[in-house]
């Protein structure tokens, strides 16, 4: 992200790039997507959830997990972040992330950013197995940087100096964000 710019200028910028390479007829609209509006609603959310259920001491880390889930009466899937806290934290290797330690009531947000997203693209026959890859990895990369620096870190550091953030897919790719306290 570049300093100075917000996650929706960045967002923006992001969609610029892949609409030079490949035009497609959905890039206006997700640039259109509700971004700084949902950023208020996942600082709500996290703090909602560590206030709910407060950080043990062992908890170093929190994986913000980026995920489809199904009501079973639709077969449209819902499409949502999640949290939960681990005791563990690498930076190169993800596996610190199988076995959480901390798992809130309020766990899962449903994103309407990230629904917006599978709307546009599902249809995309060719293209959708990569932009479903890369749009939410992207998107929640960007706005949880930007959200994580408007929390309000006390709820967060009762016992740690800072808590380690990585976002990206169960089983799959994933990027290391700024950690909540670290400057």
């Known amino acids: 992200m570049k300093s100075g710019q917000t996650a929706c200028d960045n967002w923006n910028q992001f969609i ?19 971004i700084e509006a949902e950023q208020q ?6 703090e909602l959830a560590v206030t709910g259920k407060p950080l043990s001491k062992t908890i170093i880390s929190f994986w913000i997990g980026i995920n489809k889930f199904t009501d079973g009466k639709s077969d449209d899937p819902i ?3 999640y ?5 563990g934290y690498s930076k190169d290797d993800i596996e610190w992330a199988v076995k959480p330690a901390y798992s809130p009531e ?3 947000l449903a994103s309407d950013v990230l629904d917006g997203i599978e709307k546009k693209i599902h249809t995309d026959k060719k293209d959708y197995s990569f932009l479903d890859w890369i749009l939410p990895l992207a998107y929640c990369s ?11 870190k006390k709820k967060f550091l009762n016992h740690q100096k800072k808590i380690f ?5 169960d089983g799959g790719d994933f990027i290391n964000l700024k950690a909540i306290g670290q400057r």
Do not use: N, Q
Request: net charge positive; charged share 35%.
């Open 142 to 152: 960007l706005t949880l940087t930007e959200t994580i620096k408007k929390l309000d």
């Open 165 to 169: 953030v990585t976002t990206g897919h």
């Open 83 to 87: 949290l939960s806290g681990c005791r």
């Open 41 to 46: 609603e996942i600082k709500e959310w996290l």
């Open 106 to 108: 309020y766990k899962f």
């Open 16 to 34: 610029d790039f892949h609409k030079d390479i490949k035009p497609k007829r959905y890039w206006g609209a997700l640039k259109k997507l509700p």
């Open 79 to 81: 499409c949502a972040m």
